[in-house]
């Protein structure tokens, strides 16, 4: 899906980025920070290490605005793409050094708990990403136990607009396990992993 206009938000953004304001930061910071920490703490599960991978992405960010494309996609999408790559990094540099220092398991217990890790984030960043209609006749049908018709009421749909959100967001859901080509590691990672 080529985004030939990116939104306005997004082009002004990485040009503020670009230019050096530090102000630019702070705003982009506290309407995507959320969104950063949790995608990390969903890949490593520890509040300390998605601090850190946090930390990292907001400092690539302010390093190397240049490497942002809007015509990409998304400020947001981008930077979950960074979150996941550093995240990912560092579940990698922690699971080899516990395997160095005689800790349980494999390199294939590792890479599949990555990979377990890397589905479950994008599943999160998915969910939350997809259009409210969507998102809230899933969470109906999910939590709420609710079948279609049940999820029609709630939502004030006809049926088939039910149906429609539910297979759609199913769909999309579906795609957080479609494997994808290894990412290189994040500069400051080193090669060792």
Same mark, same amino acid.
């Given at each position: 899906m !080529?985004k030939? *206009?990116?939104?306005?938000?997004?082009?002004?953004?990485?040009? $503020? %980025?670009?230019?050096?304001e530090?102000?630019?930061?702070?705003?982009?910071?506290?309407? /995507?920070?959320? =969104?950063? &920490?949790?995608? *990390? &703490?969903? #890949?490593?599960?520890? +509040?300390?290490?998605?601090?850190?991978?946090t930390?990292?992405?907001?400092? &690539? #960010?302010?390093?190397?605005?240049?490497?942002?494309?809007?015509?990409?996609?998304?400020? $947001?999408?981008?930077?979950?793409?960074?979150? &996941?790559?550093?995240?990912?990094?560092? /579940?990698?540099?922690?699971?080899?050094?516990? /395997?160095?220092?005689?800790?349980?398991?494999t390199?294939?217990?590792?890479?599949?708990?990555? $990979?377990? *890790?890397s589905? *479950?984030?994008?599943? +999160?960043?998915? #969910?939350?990403s997809?259009?409210?209609?969507?998102?809230?006749? %899933?969470?109906? !049908?999910?939590?709420?136990r609710?079948?279609?018709r049940?999820?029609?009421a +709630? =939502?004030?749909?006809?049926?088939?607009? @039910?149906?429609?959100?539910?297979?759609?967001? /199913?769909?999309?859901?579906?795609?957080?396990?479609?494997q994808?080509? @290894?990412? !290189?590691?994040?500069?400051?990672?080193?090669?060792?992993?």
């Open positions: !080529a030939d *206009a990116p939104p306005r938000w997004d082009r002004k953004m990485q040009q $503020r %980025l670009a230019r050096g530090a102000a630019a930061l702070g705003e982009l910071y506290d309407r /995507l920070a959320s =969104l950063v &920490h949790s995608l *990390a &703490h969903r #890949v490593l599960d520890d +509040d300390a290490a998605a601090d850190r991978v930390r990292e992405v907001f400092a &690539h #960010v302010w390093e190397s605005p240049g490497e942002y494309d809007p015509k990409k996609g998304s400020m $947001r999408s981008w930077l979950a793409g960074l979150t &996941h790559r550093y995240a990912v990094a560092r /579940l990698r540099q922690t699971e080899t050094a516990a /395997l160095a220092d005689g800790g349980r398991g390199t294939e217990d590792m890479e599949q708990k990555v $990979r377990r *890790a589905v *479950a984030a994008r599943a +999160d960043y998915i #969910v939350t997809m259009p409210a209609p969507l998102r809230a006749a %899933l969470e109906l !049908a999910y939590f709420q609710r079948d279609y049940q999820t029609a +709630d =939502l004030g749909v006809t049926e088939d607009e @039910a149906r429609r959100r539910l297979r759609l967001g /199913l769909q999309l859901l579906s795609t957080a396990n479609e994808r080509p @290894a990412a !290189a590691p994040p500069p400051g990672y080193g090669s060792a992993l």
